[in-house]
């Protein structure tokens, strides 16, 4: 775990569905609005294809679909949260990203014991903030290199 000069860990809020999730802001490169993406065949179905972002190339991710969660037509409010990751950039499609909040490393716990929930295995934890319930994600376990591999072009 990462240690932190204030017991405050900024996260960026967004939601599929209902339910609100969250990632740290250190991982955040930008925010988006949805754009073209072009497809590219023989790739997982939640990988929606990549995005030529101010000349990089991005793959992109439907989390909706990564979670298994029916999918829904783009909205105005629909957000595509560019990630680094493994010194790679990466976008997640996300149905609105409006929140930047301090979480307190206490109201964090770790993930609980859930049946039936598809996103399970990619949960870090949950933070309980007054009548908000954040899932906290895993970025690693999301975004598995080798699902990205084909679409980030590897030429061979």
Not at 89 to 103: F, K, M, W
């Amino acid at each position: 775990m990462t240690e932190t000069l204030t017991d405050d860990l900024k996260y960026i809020v967004f939601q599929l569905k209902e339910k609100e999730y969250a990632i740290p802001v250190n991982k955040v490169h930008s925010i988006e609005k949805i754009e073209h993406i072009t497809r590219v065949p023989g790739v997982s179905s939640y990988i929606k294809g990549v995005l030529n972002l101010r000349g990089v190339v991005t793959p992109i991710i439907d989390l909706r679909l990564r979670f298994d969660i029916e999918e829904v037509a783009y909205t105005d409010s629909t957000r595509i949260i560019i990630v680094s990751f493994d010194d790679m950039e990466v976008g997640l499609i996300v149905d609105t990203a409006n929140d930047v909040i301090d979480i307190k490393a206490e109201a964090i716990e770790p993930q609980p014991e859930v049946v039936g929930v598809d996103e399970a295995e990619y949960i870090n934890g949950v933070a309980k903030l007054d009548k908000r319930l954040l899932i906290l994600l895993d970025l690693e376990k999301i975004l598995q290199r080798d699902d990205l591999k084909t679409t980030y072009g590897n030429e061979g």
